[in-house]
Protein backbone atom coordinates (compact mmCIF):
# COMPACT_ATOMS: atom_id res chain seq x y z
CA UNK A 1 0.00 0.00 0.00
CA UNK A 2 1.26 3.52 -0.78
CA UNK A 3 1.79 6.00 2.05
CA UNK A 4 -0.19 9.04 1.19
CA UNK A 5 2.01 11.47 2.72
CA UNK A 6 4.66 10.18 0.11
CA UNK A 7 2.55 8.77 -2.90
CA UNK A 8 2.65 11.06 -6.13
CA UNK A 9 1.75 10.75 -9.15
CA UNK A 10 3.86 11.95 -12.52
CA UNK A 11 2.43 12.46 -16.11
CA UNK A 12 4.30 11.22 -18.63
CA UNK A 13 3.71 10.72 -22.61
CA UNK A 14 3.33 7.36 -22.27
CA UNK A 15 1.15 7.19 -18.70
CA UNK A 16 2.01 8.16 -15.46
CA UNK A 17 4.21 6.59 -12.07
CA UNK A 18 3.35 6.80 -8.70
CA UNK A 19 6.22 7.12 -5.98
CA UNK A 20 5.09 4.82 -3.27
CA UNK A 21 7.55 4.99 -0.81
CA UNK A 22 11.77 6.39 -0.81
CA UNK A 23 14.78 6.56 1.58
CA UNK A 24 18.45 6.45 1.36
CA UNK A 25 18.42 2.58 0.38
CA UNK A 26 15.43 2.17 -2.56
CA UNK A 27 12.20 3.76 -4.46
CA UNK A 28 9.42 1.81 -5.05
CA UNK A 29 7.05 3.25 -7.49
CA UNK A 30 3.99 1.72 -9.53
CA UNK A 31 4.10 2.55 -13.13
CA UNK A 32 1.31 2.65 -15.90
CA UNK A 33 2.11 2.56 -19.44
CA UNK A 34 -0.71 3.13 -22.22
CA UNK A 35 -1.85 0.62 -24.69
CA UNK A 36 1.05 1.18 -27.67
CA UNK A 37 3.21 3.48 -25.78
CA UNK A 38 6.62 2.87 -24.53
CA UNK A 39 9.14 4.10 -22.73
CA UNK A 40 12.67 5.37 -23.58
CA UNK A 41 15.18 3.20 -24.18
CA UNK A 42 17.64 4.06 -21.61
CA UNK A 43 20.03 3.14 -18.81
CA UNK A 44 20.90 4.51 -15.16
CA UNK A 45 24.51 4.78 -13.92
CA UNK A 46 23.59 4.41 -9.90
CA UNK A 47 20.44 1.96 -9.89
CA UNK A 48 19.74 -1.14 -10.45
CA UNK A 49 15.57 -1.99 -11.24
CA UNK A 50 13.67 -4.48 -10.32
CA UNK A 51 10.04 -5.51 -12.02
CA UNK A 52 7.32 -7.18 -11.54
CA UNK A 53 4.34 -6.75 -13.72
CA UNK A 54 0.57 -6.97 -12.64
CA UNK A 55 -1.86 -6.48 -14.69
CA UNK A 56 -1.31 -6.12 -18.75
CA UNK A 57 0.85 -7.56 -21.81
CA UNK A 58 4.02 -5.88 -23.30
CA UNK A 59 7.52 -6.64 -24.34
CA UNK A 60 10.74 -5.75 -22.56
CA UNK A 61 14.34 -4.85 -24.29
CA UNK A 62 17.09 -5.49 -22.72
CA UNK A 63 20.45 -5.06 -23.75
CA UNK A 64 18.68 -5.66 -27.12
CA UNK A 65 17.40 -8.53 -26.03
CA UNK A 66 13.61 -8.35 -26.48
CA UNK A 67 11.37 -9.80 -24.32
CA UNK A 68 7.25 -11.31 -24.12
CA UNK A 69 5.53 -9.76 -20.68
CA UNK A 70 2.66 -10.84 -18.80
CA UNK A 71 0.78 -10.35 -15.34
CA UNK A 72 3.54 -11.89 -13.11
CA UNK A 73 6.54 -11.50 -14.80
CA UNK A 74 9.79 -10.29 -13.07
CA UNK A 75 12.61 -8.29 -15.20
CA UNK A 76 16.05 -7.13 -13.01
CA UNK A 77 17.82 -4.66 -14.65
CA UNK A 78 21.45 -3.68 -13.63
CA UNK A 79 23.02 -0.56 -13.40
CA UNK A 80 24.31 0.52 -16.75
CA UNK A 81 21.39 -2.11 -18.58
CA UNK A 82 20.26 -0.32 -21.94
CA UNK A 83 16.21 -0.92 -21.38
CA UNK A 84 12.94 0.08 -22.50
CA UNK A 85 9.48 -1.16 -22.32
CA UNK A 86 6.54 -1.62 -24.45
CA UNK A 87 2.70 -2.04 -23.81
CA UNK A 88 2.11 -4.43 -26.37
CA UNK A 89 -1.70 -4.86 -25.09
CA UNK A 90 -5.26 -3.47 -25.39
CA UNK A 91 -4.93 -2.64 -21.70
CA UNK A 92 -2.71 -0.64 -19.51
CA UNK A 93 0.44 -2.26 -18.73
CA UNK A 94 1.05 -1.79 -15.26
CA UNK A 95 3.84 -2.81 -13.00
CA UNK A 96 5.83 -1.81 -9.73
CA UNK A 97 9.16 -1.09 -9.94
CA UNK A 98 11.88 -1.27 -7.33
CA UNK A 99 14.80 0.60 -7.87
CA UNK A 100 17.81 -0.43 -5.42
CA UNK A 101 21.12 2.22 -5.17
CA UNK A 102 23.00 5.48 -3.95
CA UNK A 103 20.89 7.52 -6.01
CA UNK A 104 16.92 7.62 -7.69
CA UNK A 105 16.59 11.16 -9.67
CA UNK A 106 15.31 11.42 -12.62
CA UNK A 107 18.37 12.99 -13.85
CA UNK A 108 20.14 9.75 -13.68
CA UNK A 109 18.57 8.74 -16.89
CA UNK A 110 21.11 8.18 -19.98
CA UNK A 111 18.38 8.74 -22.77
CA UNK A 112 19.48 6.53 -25.96
CA UNK A 113 16.06 6.66 -27.57
CA UNK A 114 13.39 8.59 -27.00
CA UNK A 115 9.69 8.61 -28.89
CA UNK A 116 8.99 11.53 -27.10
CA UNK A 117 12.02 14.40 -28.27
CA UNK A 118 13.30 14.24 -24.80
Do not use: C
Amino acid sequence: MSDPALARRTDRPWGHYVVLKEDDRLKLKEIVVHPGARLSYQRHERRSEHWVVVRGQGTVTLDGLATGVLAGSTVSIAAGAVHRVQNTGAEDLVFVEVQLGDYFGEDDIERIEDDYGR
